[in-house]
């Protein structure tokens, strides 16, 4: 049974850092792409950053870049969020998704991800 969970998130101040792990087991993720998906209270979740585990091609939403870096730990089966220079909107609860269907993009639909975690909740305090 595939399981992800998430971990690391918190209340930080504007300016300040947070990790976000993301931690998947139950079966091989080779060829998935791993997203973390975001969603604020009243907004729909959005995809804010995905990688491959495959070769570790990144996406990051427009949102983010520059702030946020997500990478892989192949023998941990972990993957991470660094998320640095947070902001106040940059609260929501936080999602670790993984996607099979082998696409070479990175779908930003939280429907084309199959299995998902837990959540974790991030506070960025002004």
């Known amino acids: 049974q595939v399981q992800l969970v998430e971990s690391g998130g918190g209340l930080v101040q504007a300016g300040g850092s947070l990790r976000l792990s993301c931690a998947a087991s139950?079966?091989?993720?080779?060829?998935?792409?791993m997203g973390w998906f975001r969603q604020a209270p009243g907004k729909e979740r959005e995809l804010v950053s995905g990688?491959?585990?495959?070769?570790?091609?990144?996406y990051y939403a427009d949102s983010v870049k520059g702030r946020f870096t997500i990478s892989r730990d192949n023998a941990k089966n972990t993957v991470y969020l660094q998320m640095n220079s947070l902001k106040p909107d940059d609260t929501a609860v936080y999602y670790c998704?993984?996607?099979?269907?082998?696409?070479?993009?990175?779908?930003?639909?939280?429907?084309?991800?199959?299995?998902w975690g837990q959540g974790t909740q991030v506070t960025v305090s002004s």
């Open positions: 998704a993984a996607e099979s269907a082998l696409r070479v993009g990175f779908p930003t639909t939280a429907f084309a991800y199959d299995y």
């Open positions: 139950g079966r091989t993720f080779c060829g998935y792409t």
């Open positions: 990688i491959k585990w495959s070769d570790g091609r990144t």
